[in-house]
């Protein structure tokens, strides 16, 4: 009792007196911007940017992490030879002066590459850098074999002049020109300083690790260990500092080399500080108390309910836009049960994917029937999509084999001269309340129809160990969509199944497999699309995968910011910034 | 304690190279994110088997279970708890990184408990069975059936900011504006703003257990003949209560004390992770996720430490609160 009541007055103490403390957290909530009035003009510099961040990044190395909050820090400090417009997602230079020449063997890339580019200290960017950061990719002493796997095709790099860089590719392959553009540039001076790869060549690193000479695995050593938490490049912020588990941010690199640039974004907010809060309730809690200024994905739930107050919508602007990710539940085709192809569409008709968006996704998302994002030109917009309809699926069961004979109330078949009951097991993966209830809704359904389905939660690690040695029945998991161009092989073709690759549902179609490998060596685009729709049919007829939904992602940015637009790829706070009269943060120190 | 100590680190080996999941393929599918996420990248993929072999041979994953204890254990001895898998950082500074936040938070909570618990037991004791007593015994027992994820998200929503009251952050160690330059008397403040809540909330599960153990342990001794003695004397009770009971119903206490000290670095992963401390229990529980060995390794090591050299001062302490304790020498 004692304490409670010293509890209540320690918390009037402490308002008391923080209240004049940390006046610039609380003084938003009371005096609302007037963003609607839109008396927006120039672009101005200044303010900074709270980012919700629900973990660390693992690291701040360039090619060794293989996270997304990485990915997402780094791509405010490095720069690539090419990158895509956000509004058209075409290829456009960056770091290089143009596209590549493309040989016509389609074997050789050439680059050239600007010369007014800058480092954030200042040195220049030279055709050097360039080179040293392919080699640091195809080092097999740099830890990144995840990224590495994705150079394989590249078979050697030179220096033409000292601002022009040729590669060579070992086959032709459309995406070539987007992977090679992707290389982003490090400094040498800065990530090797004693120039120990200089006298290696790139195609001398793609031999035995163990006849390189010992520089080279000095270098990795190196690069592995010295480099996880100081990342810098040739972009629009620095790297400033990082508490783990609390913030990181980025400064505005005032020397820009880009800066007044056309087709070069322009950054004006000085600071980016990524906060991390490791839960969503306690995040939007602090986007409201002033703690945060952006929350890139609210959880479903909070869309709906805890974002609909009209103070929340006076001092913030939600924006949705479709995620590309799409969610699938795959049935193993290898299963007795499901190598039968009117099984998996039976279980399509089975899934009421127009309920699991409205109820397990309040609505948030749209139903899909193929692989592809649904705004890309390949999508093939005429596919029919299965309806809930248990009527047509228990004709197709029927039509099958499945019967209950026994009278037990489950389905079953004579399978390989044995009795199979309809039983199977949907796995799915802990910490996804989506993809459980997913399973959960789709489990309440087949109850009802004599099939004996049954839920397990595995821990990520296990589960995915699970999916990769094929050892499921079903399962419900989501993969990332490019919005741009995408090649699908690693997913759908059969050589994929066999060697534990991502088509872990062991689907196997001998046209398909065709149609991927032409897919890869096509050049034209229209060609490629027509190739795309084929293969949408074919899996369409086939259900390999009960697609099921794209999710909408709803982000929440204070009111205070100007330039917030939705692209393909979502927003972009490179382009935000803040009329001086609204500026909240002020930089003590000033940059220049 | 040498063969018991290897002993130790040999289970917590086994059990964490044993069990399923692989930090290989998890870095291959994109890290723990994509277990929340939307989905795994395609991309990233590529040919998955050979990065992931060309991974595990980059830590040693690739030899025998049994060489690679060896290789660790003898990395121990030098003080070598390696690198994480996460970011080839030393594992030690990591920890070391991290240690005065949760031993901050855990230091204070931990006062926090005895200073509460301890006059609550023995006012308990010292007036048993009466209104008072059954009222505190009732609330601290309510107090330890209230789960700590339910109070800290009730305490996040309701007085956190948000729609409510706005008494506490919601989290963090220190404000955002914080800055090195601020006068110390802001800090503490600052400070003493952000931790008011967690420390709250790890406390109060542990008055129920303290008071209990301090109101029992009294009131044995309470019934003791010398106890008699000394009011037959006519000493005032508040000096029998201090000088010739509350000494003797320590005992107990100071058995607890050996346990606090391995949670003194284990944290509380509920509290840290709900309030987003960077604190040793949060890097333990992601590191299990993530199946990081080195850095599972050290802190399971270091608590196991920790836990040995606890019940050695607890050992000595009772010693010296009870004369009848000794070691070997005189026997009573």
Redesign the interface.
């Known amino acids: ?1 004692l ?1 409670r009541r010293w ?1 209540f007055l ?2 009037i103490l ?2 008391s ?2 209240g004049c ?2 006046k ?3 003084k938003v909530a009371d005096a609302p911007s007037t963003a609607s009035a839109k008396e927006a003009g120039k672009p101005v510099t200044g303010d900074w940017l ?1 980012i919700h961040s ?2 660390d990044p ?2 701040l ?1 360039p090619l ?6 990485s990915n997402e820090v780094l791509g405010f400090v490095l720069e690539s030879l090419l990158t895509r417009d956000p509004r058209t997602l075409e290829l456009k230079p960056l770091i290089a002066e143009a596209r590549p020449e493309i040989a016509q063997d389609k074997l050789t890339y050439t680059f050239r590459i600007r010369q007014d580019a800058r480092f954030q200290d200042g040195r220049p960017l030279t055709g050097e850098d360039v080179l040293f950061s392919v080699k640091a990719i195809k080092c ?1 002493f740099v ?1 990144a ?2 990224l ?3 150079f ?1 095709s590249l078979v050697d790099a030179r220096l033409v002049d000292p601002y022009t860089i040729r590669f060579v590719t070992k086959e032709p392959y459309f995406l070539n020109e987007s992977v090679l553009g992707g290389i982003t540039v490090l400094p040498r001076h800065y990530y090797d300083p004693e120039n120990l790869l200089q006298r290696v060549a790139v195609r001398d690193l793609i031999q035995d690790p163990a006849k390189l000479p010992g520089e080279v695995k000095k270098f990795g050593d190196q690069f ?2 010295n480099y ?2 100081n990342p810098m490049g040739s972009g629009p912020y620095k790297f400033s500092l990082w ?5 990181l941010e980025l400064v505005r690199n005032p020397d820009y080399w880009g800066n007044g640039k056309a087709g070069i974004d322009q950054a004006h907010l000085d600071r980016l ?1 990524f ?5 969503f ?2 995040a ?3 986007l ?4 945060l200024d952006y929350m890139e994905a609210l959880q479903p739930v909070q869309v709906v309910r ?1 974002t609909d ?1 009209e ?1 929340f919508k006076r001092e913030f602007q939600k924006y949705e836009y479709y ?1 590309p ?3 699938y539940i795959g049935w193993n085709n290898d299963h007795p049960i499901f190598r039968d192809k009117r099984i998996r569409q039976a279980m399509t008709y089975l899934t009421n994917r127009q309920q699991i968006v409205k109820s397990v996704l309040f609505g948030l998302g749209e139903v899909v029937n193929g692989h592809i994002y649904l705004f890309r030109p390949e999508y093939d917009k005429t596919l029919p999509s299965y309806p809930f309809d248990p009527a047509k699926a228990l004709a197709l069961l029927n039509e099958a084999g499945w019967r209950d004979t026994d009278g037990d109330g489950v389905l079953d078949k004579v399978i390989d001269g044995k009795k199979t009951p309809l039983r199977f097991e949907i796995k799915i ?4 309340a989506v993809r459980k209830s997913v399973a959960l809704v789709l489990l309440d359904e087949l109850k009802k129809h004599g099939i004996d389905a049954s839920v397990r939660e595995l ?4 589960f ?2 699970d999916v ?1 040695n094929h050892q499921f029945d079903a399962v419900v ?6 919005t741009t161009e ?1 090649d ?1 092989y ?2 759908w073709h059969s050589s994929q199944a066999a ?4 088509n872990a549902i062991s689907y196997k179609n001998a046209r398909v497999d065709e149609i991927l490998e032409l897919y890869r060596g096509e050049f034209d685009a229209q060609k490629r699309i027509q190739l795309y729709k084929e293969f949408q049919r074919i899996l369409s007829d086939e259900q390999p995968y009960t697609f099921l939904y794209l ?1 909408k992602r709803v982000s929440a940015v204070q009111r205070r910011f100007e330039g917030v637009e939705v692209f393909p790829d979502g927003l972009r706070p490179v382009d935000w910034w803040v009329p001086s009269a609204r500026q909240k943060y002020v930089t ?1 120190v000033t940059a220049n | 304690m040498i063969p018991t100590f290897i002993g130790i680190t040999l289970v917590g080996f086994l059990i964490m190279r044993l069990a399923p999941g692989d930090p290989a393929e998890l870095r291959a599918a994109g890290g723990l994110g994509a277990a929340a996420g939307g989905g795994i990248s395609v991309e990233k993929r590529g040919s998955v088997d050979e990065a992931v072999a060309q991974w595990r041979a980059q830590y040693g994953l690739d030899k025998p279970l049994h060489v690679q204890y060896a290789v660790w254990l003898k990395n121990l001895f030098t003080l070598n708890f390696g690198e994480s898998f996460k970011d080839n950082q030393s594992v030690w500074e990591k920890i070391l990184e991290r240690l005065p936040v949760t031993v901050k938070l855990n230091l204070w909570s931990i006062l926090v408990v005895y200073l509460v618990a301890i006059p609550l037991g023995i006012y308990s004791a010292t007036h048993p069975n009466s209104f008072g007593d059954q009222v505190t015994t009732l609330a601290a027992f309510v107090l330890f059936a209230v789960p700590l994820v339910w109070a800290a998200t009730m305490a996040i929503v309701f007085i956190c900011g948000g729609d409510f009251y706005y008494l506490f952050p919601p989290g963090g160690l220190e404000s955002l504006e914080f800055a090195d330059d601020w006068p110390v008397w802001k800090k503490i403040n600052d400070h003493a703003w952000h931790l008011f809540l967690p420390v709250v909330l790890l406390s109060y599960d542990g008055f129920a257990g303290m008071s209990r153990y301090m109101r029992s342990s009294m009131l044995e001794v309470l019934g003791q003949d010398y106890v008699q003695v000394a009011r037959a004397k006519g000493l005032p009770e508040g000096m029998v209560i201090a000088k010739h009971v509350l000494r003797n119903s320590l005992i107990p206490q100071v058995t607890i004390l050996a346990s606090i000290l391995p949670g003194l670095i284990g944290g509380s992963v509920i509290i840290e992770t709900i309030f987003s401390i960077p604190g040793l229990g949060q890097l333990g529980f992601e590191s299990v996720l993530a199946r990081d060995y080195p850095t599972v390794l050290a802190l399971f090591t270091v608590s196991a430490v920790l836990t040995l050299f606890g019940i050695l001062v607890s050992d000595i302490l009772l010693a010296v609160v009870d004369p009848r304790i000794a070691f070997g020498r005189r026997q009573q």
């Open positions: 009792m304490a509890r320690f918390a402490m308002l007196v923080t403390g940390d610039s957290e609380v709270v629900l973990s693992e690291q190395n060794t992490s293989n996270d997304a909050s097999p830890n074999p995840f590495r796997v994705y394989n592995n260990k996880s938490r508490k783990t588990g609390r913030e500080k906060r991390v809060v490791n839960n309730d306690a939007l809690v602090r409201k108390s002033g703690s805890g107050s103070r995620a990710t799409y969610t993966n802990s910490g996804n821990d990520w690690t296990i995915l160990n990769k998991l989501g993969w990332q969509m490019s995408s699908a690693q997913v060697n534990k690759g991502s999710p003590t």
